[in-house]
């Protein structure tokens, strides 16, 4: 390792910086955008992204030149840790895209697909359902209806989430009910007095709110007011006793 004494760095620098201030460009007074951070490998290549030839024909030392634009003598820069930092929220924000963008793009499989539906519930449930499992939408099912042993029950359910989880090719056969779970948004046993409320991957449930129930989106941190005279549209599935309502949030 070359050791440098002090006295001789600080010599060197305040003469580099005379030298730079004389050949100051744009190219050193330019910032990147967070996105652009991404295209170099490392914070010297950062750094070497505003030293200009001329800047190096005068200095001689590509290390000192560094220094300057380091110590902002070329302009506005980032410290190491800032560049760090905003590298890696970048390099996630296109990873998150990407992934997005993957999921959107590709062929999705329809449950509903080339079937004859006649249930109003079961139409709502298959216009939504390419929307729900491709990410361009999510969706909140209410059900109130009566279980297997003739117990009155009620919850809201996480489409989206239940699509990934479950198949849906039964219900749309007519062969199964949709019914609410203990693992689904909120779940009520009005028999059995037993609740449950769980957020799911796309929606926090918020339950202590003065308005009443709520469920907040987790993409875009919308608010989902599900009070049946606030959401978008209401559907009486016509196969057993019970309103189904059906909020949207895209």
């Known amino acids: 390792m070359i050791r440098t004494s002090h006295r001789y760095f600080q ?18 007074k330019m910032e990147y955008g967070t996105a652009a951070l991404t295209r170099f490998k490392v914070y010297e290549d950062y750094l070497d992204s505003k030293v200009t030839p001329m800047d190096l024909f005068y200095l001689k030392s590509r290390e000192f030149a560094r220094k300057l634009v380091e110590h902002g003598h070329k302009g ?3 410290s190491r840790e800032e560049f760090e930092e905003k590298k890696a929220a970048a390099q996630a924000a296109e990873a998150a895209e990407s992934s997005v963008f993957y999921s959107r793009s590709r062929r999705v499989t329809l449950a509903s697909a080339g079937k004859e539906l006649k249930d109003n519930f079961l139409k709502a449930l298959a216009e ?3 929307a729900n499992r491709s990410g361009k939408m999510t969706s909140v099912i209410f059900i109130r209806d009566h279980n297997t042993l003739g117990q009155e029950v009620s919850g809201y359910i996480d489409y989206a989430h239940r699509l990934k989880t479950q198949d849906f090719e039964p219900y749309f056969n ?8 203990r693992s689904d948004l909120c779940y009520c046993n009005w028999k059995t007095q037993v609740s449950m409320s769980t957020s799911s991957p796309n ?38 006793p019970g309103q189904i309502l059906h909020c949207s949030s895209d």
């Open 11 to 28: 010599t060197q620098v305040r003469r580099a910086v005379a030298i730079a201030a004389f050949y100051n460009t744009d190219i050193g």
């Open 76 to 78: 506005m820069v980032l």
């Open 128 to 130: 939504r359902e390419e």
């Open 174 to 181: 007519g062969k199964k009910r949709l019914m609410p779970g």
């Open 203 to 240: 929606f926090e449930v918020i339950y202590d709110d003065p308005n009443g129930l709520l469920f907040k989106n987790k993409r875009d941190k919308k608010i989902l007011n599900v009070d049946p005279l606030r959401t978008r549209a209401h559907f009486h599935h016509q196969s057993f």
